[in-house]
């Protein structure tokens, strides 16, 4: 996703465009006269097959024979073909998917937009937030995490375990929310992912992300962007769990019952600071390779 780009045809890309919309429409006509020649010359096999070589000339339907409905059948498939080719392209083609696309990414802006306004304008206001935010927790923001015995999170920018049930929990609770992470974490995913706001942290100042997700350059900066959100995530990666550790109000745990080898751990939970309020226990089975434990904490 953010790996070298590819090198661009020296072209101008509204003739490019042109050019594969043309190559486009030209298959896309070369198959439908294809599927008339096959109807036509189909349809004349039937009516010989039926009245040539009395192949089930006994069956009748409205005193028709059988060739005359598959016929219509198969016609109704050409049309079908023939309506989208000529019809549907006219109505809904390229310029129908990128009108769309700019509408929704013209939502996204403003969206951005309307965040960006609400952080802090310079660095001074960043540094008077930072001073009080880090002292108080946050009542809404929750860290999540799925960590080894040993509180392993990961090795080489990756997970360490593929849990089926644990990623549709992740899924489940964090759907709808802005997610907080570190550029490292965000780049271990192939794409964004969806129905989530994502919230990066980078100390780069000209970090380029798609359409949609914001970049920030402190903790504090991404809980101020989130906080119209009810229940914020911190969702890795090892040093961005440890920054939120004193700010968060409650953590989601997967515990996984196995020791591995990592290179990133989650920071150790102080059980004076934090209470065990739920766990539920999933053993191993044929799509889970180990046992875990899925457990909330709350700060006391």
Same mark, same amino acid.
């Given at each position: 996703?953010?790996?070298?780009?590819?090198?661009?045809?020296?072209?101008?890309?509204?003739?490019?465009?042109?050019?594969?919309?043309?190559?486009?429409?030209? $298959?896309?006509? *070369?198959?439908?006269?294809?599927? +008339?020649?096959?109807?036509?010359?189909?349809?004349?096999?039937?009516?010989?097959?039926?009245?040539?070589?009395?192949?089930?000339?006994?069956?009748?339907?409205?005193? &028709?024979?059988?060739?005359?409905?598959?016929? &219509?059948?198969?016609?109704? +498939?050409?049309?079908?073909? &023939?309506? %989208?080719?000529?019809?549907?392209?006219?109505?809904?083609? #390229?310029?129908?998917?990128?009108?769309?696309?700019?509408?929704?990414?013209?939502?996204? *802006?403003?969206?951005?937009? #309307?965040?960006?306004? %609400?952080?802090?304008?310079? $660095?001074?206001?960043?540094? &008077? /937030?930072?001073?009080?935010?880090?002292?108080?927790?946050? *009542?809404?923001?929750?860290?999540?995490?799925?960590?080894? !015995?040993?509180? !392993?999170?990961? #090795?080489?920018?990756?997970?360490?375990?593929?849990?089926? =049930?644990?990623?549709?929990?992740?899924?489940?609770?964090?759907?709808?929310?802005?997610?907080?992470?570190?550029? $490292?974490?965000?780049?271990?995913?192939? #794409?964004?992912?969806? %129905?989530?706001?994502?919230?990066?942290?980078?100390?780069?100042?000209?970090?380029?992300?798609?359409?949609?997700?914001?970049?920030?350059?402190?903790?504090?900066?991404?809980?101020?962007?989130? *906080?119209?959100?009810?229940?914020? +995530?911190?969702?890795?990666?090892?040093?961005? @769990?440890?920054?939120?550790?004193?700010?968060?109000? /409650?953590?989601?745990?997967?515990?996984?019952?196995?020791?591995?080898?990592?290179?990133?751990?989650?920071?150790?939970?102080?059980?004076?600071?934090?209470?065990?309020?739920?766990?539920?226990?999933?053993?191993? =089975?044929?799509?889970?390779? @180990?046992?875990?434990?899925?457990?909330? @904490?709350?700060? /006391?």
């Amino acid at each position: 996703m953010f790996k070298k780009k590819k090198q661009q045809p020296q072209i101008d890309p509204d003739q490019l465009a042109l050019i594969e919309n043309a190559q486009r429409r030209v $298959k896309q006509k *070369k198959r439908l006269y294809a599927h +008339f020649v096959i109807f036509l010359i189909g349809a004349v096999f039937l009516i010989i097959a039926n009245v040539g070589l009395g192949i089930g000339e006994e069956f009748q339907k409205f005193d &028709l024979p059988w060739f005359v409905f598959a016929i &219509l059948i198969w016609l109704f +498939f050409f049309l079908y073909h &023939l309506f %989208n080719v000529f019809i549907t392209h006219k109505f809904m083609g #390229k310029d129908w998917e990128k009108a769309q696309i700019e509408k929704l990414v013209a939502k996204q *802006k403003a969206k951005i937009e #309307k965040l960006e306004a %609400n952080l802090p304008k310079s $660095k001074t206001d960043s540094n &008077l /937030k930072s001073s009080s935010t880090t002292q108080i927790p946050h *009542k809404n923001l929750t860290m999540i995490v799925a960590v080894g !015995e040993n509180n !392993e999170i990961g #090795k080489d920018n990756d997970l360490i375990w593929h849990l089926k =049930d644990d990623l549709k929990r992740f899924k489940s609770l964090t759907s709808g929310h802005h997610i907080i992470m570190g550029r $490292k974490t965000f780049e271990s995913f192939p #794409k964004p992912l969806p %129905n989530r706001t994502h919230v990066v942290i980078s100390r780069q100042k000209d970090y380029q992300v798609p359409v949609g997700v914001l970049v920030v350059h402190s903790l504090e900066d991404a809980i101020d962007a989130a *906080k119209g959100d009810t229940q914020p +995530f911190i969702i890795g990666g090892g040093e961005i @769990y440890r920054q939120a550790m004193p700010l968060a109000a /409650k953590i989601e745990i997967t515990r996984v019952h196995s020791t591995f080898n990592a290179d990133t751990f989650f920071p150790k939970i102080d059980t004076t600071v934090f209470s065990e309020t739920n766990r539920v226990m999933h053993p191993q =089975d044929e799509n889970h390779k @180990y046992a875990f434990s899925c457990i909330t @904490y709350e700060r /006391k």
